[in-house]
């Protein structure tokens, strides 16, 4: 009996151990997410992005992978202030979602706004790396 409480112990601390290196991993994903936006960084920004993502932002069309990199290249968005909060994630398999609010504050086309979204992250394991595949952010209310 006693060795099976530390067999249960053990998987438990491993689980417990295991979520918090998740969160970890995710939140670094998050702020190099944060400093590509700041420093307007398109190599940093293609190598978080999967071929295949889907960027849905408020008052925009939704956008490839191919079109928000040439959106960036073509008009570079001036950030001051991009940061994320009130993380939550959870791991499926080969899938994380993450979601929690953003605070912005931009220039663009000389004209300047300051943003805050709630979004979600969808992270795909692929050839060992995580990949957004999916980024979806509305407009946060304020309260």
Same mark, same amino acid.
């Given at each position: 009996?006693?060795?099976? /409480? ?22 670094? /994903?998050? #702020?190099?997410?944060?400093?590509? @936006? ?11 992005? #999967? @071929? ?13 992978? @191919? ?19 009130? /993380? ?16 912005? #504050? ?5 004209? #300047? ?22 980024? @979806? ?7």
């Amino acid at each position: 009996m006693h060795r099976f /409480l530390l067999i249960v112990v053990s998987f438990f601390a491993s689980i417990a151990s295991a979520r918090a290196d998740d969160r970890a991993m995710f939140e670094e /994903l998050e #702020s190099a997410w944060n400093e590509a @936006h700041l420093r307007g960084d398109v190599a940093a920004l293609d190598a978080l992005w #999967s @071929h295949d993502v889907t960027i849905i932002v408020p008052g925009m069309a939704p956008m490839t992978k @191919h079109d928000a990199l040439a959106l960036w290249k073509s008009a570079p968005v001036m950030i001051s202030k991009y940061q994320s909060g009130g /993380l939550a994630i959870r791991r499926v398999d080969k899938f994380s979602i993450v979601t929690g609010t953003i605070e912005r #504050s931009r220039s663009f086309n000389g004209r #300047s706004a300051n943003d805050r979204w709630r979004f979600t992250k969808i992270y795909q394991r692929q050839r060992g790396d995580w990949k957004v595949i999916h980024f @979806h952010a509305s407009a946060l209310e304020e309260q």
